[in-house]
């Protein structure tokens, strides 16, 4: 990609020097135009979301802040636990009032400042837990001197997820993308019969196993609905509200799961749609495993995530090994000189290559091991996933 807000020129090693001409010619415009629109698109709706809370934190008073439920200062922090990994960290008011009306809610962003997030150094964290006189936040990064001082807390922006569209419409329009799929030739009109070719069958690797049906109480629309997309290339399922589309999505899941037609990546927009996903999936015995931080996941549904299950992985006794170690060798540091003190480095960067090994090898272990890896569409977006192909992919609330 050139500058940012140009239009990108897709390329590969058969594309030809000047813009082609005919039905070759219009199918690269509309790839163009396609890139265009939505590059556009994403670059205004970062831009209105950064403006709007730039200006609220530059121009608005900490009286409207507060009652607007956008902003709560003069909150004392502490530590409070961890979350596979993470801190929680704990902030009420000094005299542990109630905190009255606000806006902060479970899995939202939150920006940590002293008292002005746009002129110091801040922290961001995702909100754990409310409570009537204090919130729990889980943080990557620990703010320095937590305990002294007080702490202002405003709600914030996600630009991850912004950073992973623009990313995944980049790939959607690179050169390896020219062997895409389906789907994508179909949305950029690269298919002279969608219909015929969304009635074929998927081209799926690897062999079956026929075996009996789920036990899943489905009506006879539900059940024309998952034979469809047990049978179809592509297949979208309309319905209103409470027609059972989740229900659906979980027993087909299900079943492709027994079918052994794995691995299965199932999305959806939101963590809440995920959560539900994963809890029918559960409750049919499928072994899912959840993408994602845990704090933005149910409560009753985090064992299920990569990171719960990495906790309890065998490999840790090695990874707890090769940490003591490095504090061992970090300890004797302060007294080492010379070639010693060359060679502690080189040991320590050589566990740290190992932990990185071992971390590979644990996150790759739980994730070959799982027949549908669930997450939301911005979630599936992540580093760990990359490299992993997905014969399957169910998106609810599309």
């Avoid at 914030?156 to 790939?171: S, T, Y």
């Avoid at 026929?210 to 592509?234: F, H, I």
């Avoid at 659906?248 to 963590?271: D, F, K, W, Y």
């Amino acid at each position: 990609m050139g500058e940012r807000g140009k239009v990108r020129r897709m390329v590969s090693s058969s594309s030809p020097d000047v813009e082609p001409e005919g039905e070759e010619g219009g199918i690269w415009r509309r790839g163009q135009d396609h890139f265009r629109h939505f590059t556009s698109l994403l670059e205004d709706e970062l831009e209105e979301e950064t403006s709007i809370i730039q200006e609220r934190w530059s121009s608005w008073s900490h009286h409207r802040l507060q009652a607007s439920g956008l902003a709560l200062l003069g909150l004392k922090g502490r530590t409070n636990g961890t979350l596979y990994g993470e801190d929680i960290l704990l902030f009420e008011h000094p005299d542990r009032k109630h905190l009255g009306q606000h806006r902060f809610t479970h899995g939202d962003i939150v920006v940590i400042s002293r008292s002005k997030p746009l002129g110091e150094k801040t922290v961001e964290g995702i909100v754990l837990e409310r409570g009537p006189t204090r919130l729990r936040i889980v943080v990557a990064q620990r703010p320095k001197d937590l305990r002294k001082g007080t702490w202002r807390l405003d709600r914030g922006a996600n630009r991850v997820a912004h950073d992973r569209m623009q990313e995944a419409l980049e790939m959607f329009h690179s050169v390896e993308g020219d062997r895409g799929t389906i789907l994508r030739d179909v949305l950029l009109g690269q298919v002279h019969n969608p219909e015929e070719n969304a009635s074929m069958p998927p081209k799926i690797s690897g062999r079956f196993n026929r075996s009996e049906a789920v036990q899943v109480d489905l009506n006879p629309s539900q059940m024309d609905a998952m034979n469809s997309a047990m049978s179809r290339r592509l297949t979208i399922i309309q319905g209103p509200p409470g027609t059972g589309k989740t229900h659906t999505a979980v027993a087909t899941l299900a079943q492709l799961a027994r079918e052994g037609r794995g691995p299965i990546l199932a999305t959806a927009e939101s963590n809440v749609a995920v959560d539900n996903l994963l809890e029918g999936l559960l409750g049919l015995g499928v072994r899912a495993v959840r993408i994602g931080r845990p704090v933005k996941v149910r409560e009753t549904l985090r064992m299920a995530t990569l990171d719960a299950q990495l906790e309890e992985h065998p490999k840790q006794d090695e990874i707890a090994i090769v940490r003591d170690e490095m504090d061992e060798v970090h300890r004797a540091l302060p007294k080492l000189k010379g070639r010693e003190k060359g060679l502690a480095h080189r040991d320590i960067q050589h566990n740290k290559k190992e932990l990185r090994r071992l971390e590979r090898e644990m996150i790759a272990s739980v994730l070959d091991g799982a027949e549908v890896i669930c997450s939301t569409n911005i979630g599936s977006g992540h580093r760990i996933l990359d490299g992993r192909r997905f014969p399957i992919v169910l998106m609810d609330e599309a």
